[in-house]
């Protein structure tokens, strides 16, 4: 049986991540990646105002005629979600918020029937939960994150990204939430982009964005009450401006702020909204 305040938090999370995830959020999601999970259909001739993309140069070819691809959407998306529970991740609220962006982003795909999986990650994969959809699928998802206590202390996406593209095949919307303070990630991250959809969450504490180049502070972990120093924290944050990846955006999130402005904002410009 779950302890009485997990079960709390559980429910507090669902019933925050549902009403946001079942508001404009939502609609903003699915149009973000509408068109990125499309199956081929048919043949026709093409008509004026026709996306030029979807030319079939060989059948135009053969014919002397103009003929476009017809796409229809999947029935539903692949959704992934890629989750760093590293030691850096206790630091502040980032822990929290990683969880009720998880949360949100896992709810969304339920409402727009997507399947969801979720992959937990330190220096190692840690745990690794098939995609699957509906609400209790969902919940046990969020409870599996709130539980969860890593075996490792340090993160290494590569390996988080080896793991993936060697089990999952199908096209997939990859979502990564860490905080990022591992490097030496960018070959592995555009070899995911070509075959997957791939969004990355930078969850950033503030207090962290001002620790001083050079310095060494000692922090205390908040489950274990063990002490460990971090050296040169502030060298991790330089990463001017969006990384862009083959199409891929970093969205930066703090936690003192409010995390739905910002993905909401660039959903909507990824599909063109504004």
């Given at each position: 049986m779950l302890p009485k305040d997990l079960i709390k938090k559980i429910k507090?999370?669902?019933?925050?991540?549902?009403?946001?995830?079942?508001?404009?959020?939502?609609?903003?999601?699915?149009?973000?990646f509408r068109g990125k999970g499309m199956e081929f259909d048919s043949i026709r001739q093409y008509y004026p105002g026709d996306d030029v993309r979807n030319?079939?140069?060989?059948?135009?070819?053969r014919q002397n005629k103009a003929y476009v691809k017809q796409f229809c959407e999947e029935r539903d998306l692949n959704i992934f979600l890629l989750i760093d529970m590293s030691r850096s991740t206790s630091f502040g609220r980032k822990r929290e918020v990683i969880a009720e962006i998880s949360a949100m982003l896992a709810f969304s795909a339920s409402i727009s029937n997507d399947r969801v999986g979720a992959i937990f990650y330190t220096e190692n994969v840690e745990k690794f939960i098939p995609s699957a959809s509906g609400r209790k699928h969902v919940l046990a998802m969020i409870e599996s994150i709130l539980e969860f206590r890593p075996k490792h202390a340090g993160t290494k996406l590569a390996e988080v990204l080896?793991?993936?593209?060697?089990?999952?095949?199908?096209r997939s919307v990859v979502f990564v939430i860490s905080d990022f303070l591992d490097g030496g990630t960018t070959d592995d991250l555009n070899v995911i982009s070509k075959r997957h959809d791939l969004v990355l969450i930078r969850v950033i504490d503030r207090a962290e964005a001002y620790i001083p180049a050079g310095a060494i502070f000692t922090f205390e972990d908040l489950e274990s009450g063990r002490q460990f120093e971090l050296d040169?924290?502030?060298?991790?944050f330089r990463m001017e401006g969006k990384l862009e990846l083959n199409g891929c955006r970093m969205i930066d999130i703090y936690t003192d702020e409010d995390y739905v402005k910002p993905l909401r904002l660039f959903f909507r410009r990824r599909a063109g909204i504004y």
């Open positions: 507090y999370i669902e019933i925050k991540s549902k009403k946001l995830a079942g508001g404009t959020f939502a609609s903003d999601y699915r149009s973000r030319i079939d140069w060989n059948v135009t070819a080896k793991f993936f593209s060697h089990i999952e095949k199908k040169n924290l502030k060298k991790e």
